[in-house]
């Protein structure tokens, strides 16, 4: 069974950082695409970033570009997301999901994964 668990949020105050993890099971992720999503209170869910696991190349949305890093450890079968200098508006429920095969331009179509974590919290206060 395909699992995805997410962890590593916490509230930090602005300009903090955090890595949030997501490890999968069940599965061998080095043919997947693994994507980054986030939830504001009030807002839609919506695509932060993305790595393909087989080539290791990352996708960001151009809001987070210089704050956000996705990266992978395949030995841990481990997703990470670092994000850096932290804004009260990265405030959100952010999920790992996967997809298999590589990331191609439209990676943030959510209805293309089909396997999702439950999300871990990160709160922001300024």
């Not at 962890?7 to 955090?18: E, I, K, M, T």
């Not at 919506?46 to 087989?54: Q, Y």
């Not at 987070?64 to 030995?75: I, M, P």
């Not at 850096?84 to 990265?90: A, F, I, S, V």
């Amino acid at each position: 069974q395909v699992q995805l668990v997410e962890s590593g949020g916490d509230s930090v105050q602005a300009g903090g950082s955090l890595r949030l993890s997501c490890a999968a099971s069940g599965y061998s992720f080095s043919h997947y695409c693994m994507g980054w999503f986030r939830q504001a209170p009030g807002n839609e869910r919506e695509g932060v970033a993305a790595i393909s696991t087989i080539t290791g190349a990352t996708y960001y949305d151009d809001s987070v570009k210089g704050r956000f890093t996705v990266s992978q450890d395949n030995a841990k079968n481990t997703v990470y997301l670092e994000i850096n200098n932290l804004k009260p508006e990265d405030t959100g429920m952010y999920y790992c999901a996967t997809q298999y095969w590589v990331c191609g331009s439209s990676w943030y179509d959510q209805a293309a994964y089909d396997t999702w974590g439950q999300g871990t919290q990160v709160t922001v206060s300024s």
